[in-house]
């Protein structure tokens, strides 16, 4: 079911943090990264099929998908696909510099390098699609939706994070998204054709907790044909 959740503070990345350790897999390179990365394994988890992660390159979350059984994974970002393997190493993590070059090792035949718009992945090939603090980084939203939608199956879905403030703001390598952002964003996505969550939760409380802002995960979901056709029918 379409989704919105804020990271409200860091006592939330270290609760994720717990889990990932009780869950056994390989520590993150970047440890705020837990939050969203472990909310997009559990929102990925019923899927079936072939999962892209558009924006790839830290690997964090093939990593992870890989270490939980996942064998069908596919990546692009600008830069060369890698895993955070190098990062690991140099923070003396080698169980997750081991786990990164498993999985790169296993699919790297289905890393390259393209843009999140226009990924040049098979039509309706995938049953899940993911995004990971990618969007903000000048990310052309409404040819990344329908490309998103693009390569999803039917009853697919898509999961995304990004950076979040009511207010917005500028980061040095892209933007802040503010409540009417994200509100665009959803509208966005329903013109690709997913089921979108409402608009972003109520941030009362919430701490900026990576310096001037903070994260926002998000599940879209592809209806099924039949579901499609229904809506169509009651219009």
């Not at 390989?26 to 072939?50: E, F, R, S």
């Amino acid at each position: 079911m379409p989704s919105a959740q804020v990271l409200r503070n860091r006592s939330a990345v270290d609760a994720a943090a717990k889990e990932a350790r009780r869950r056994n897999l390989p520590p993150a390179t970047d440890y705020l990264k837990h939050w969203d990365n472990l909310l997009a394994v559990d929102a990925l988890a019923g899927t079936t099929g072939p999962i892209a992660d558009l924006g790839c390159r830290s690997g964090q979350l093939l990593m992870w998908l890989y270490h939980l059984g996942r064998r069908q994974l596919y990546g692009c970002d600008l830069r060369r696909p890698w895993p955070p393997a190098k990062k690991a190493v140099q923070q003396g993590q080698l169980r997750t510099a081991a786990a990164a070059l498993r999985m790169y090792l296993a699919n790297g035949r289905n890393m390259r390098r393209a843009r999140a718009e226009s990924t040049g992945f098979p039509t309706g090939a995938f049953g899940a699609v993911a995004s990971m603090s990618v969007i903000e980084h000048h990310v052309d939203t409404p040819k990344f939706f329908a490309e998103a939608a693009r390569l999803l199956r039917p009853g697919g879905r898509l999961v995304v994070s990004t950076d979040f403030w009511p207010e917005g703001g500028e980061t040095e390598g892209g933007v802040i998204f503010s409540t009417a952002d994200i509100e665009r964003l959803l509208a966005e996505a329903e013109s690709a054709g997913f089921e979108a969550p409402g608009r972003p939760p109520d941030l009362e409380q919430a701490e900026r907790v990576i310096r001037d802002y903070t994260f926002l995960f998000l599940v879209f979901d592809k209806p099924t044909q039949a579901a499609a056709a229904n809506g169509r029918d009651t219009r």
